[in-house]
């Protein structure tokens, strides 16, 4: 137990107040799980995506592929993302194929087959394959 679950508890049967201390530490609880499952997905995505060695993407400009920099990507654009690499904007693919590793909000992580058409979510990972994605 937390010292603030600690307190609340003590002070509740000291005081008589057992509602709001079964509400405190309701409260309590639900947040510390709710931390626990995205631990997972800000640990892994976040800080992958946010270190400088990912800053740059690949974006196709007139049938070439060209590095850039995030903050320059414009909706509308192709993005070309290869297997290892977390996929910066969410968007439509228009060619490729191959898995893409989606975090859910329990924690846990599902391994899905993307082809042209399918939306793609920010912040996965390609497990395999190469895709070209529509930032929208």
Known sequence: MTMFEIVTVG???ISRQFIWCSLLLMISFSIRKIILQLGN???IALSEVL????AKVWVL???VEVETYLEKVQKGEVLVVRAGEVIAFGGVMTEGQGQVEQYTLSGTTQILPKQPGDWVLAFSRVNSGR???RYS
């Open 11 to 13: 002070g509740s049967f």
């Open 41 to 43: 997905l800000t640990q």
């Open 131 to 133: 895709l070209q994605i």
């Open 51 to 54: 270190h400088p060695q990912f």
């Open 61 to 63: 400009r007139n049938q």
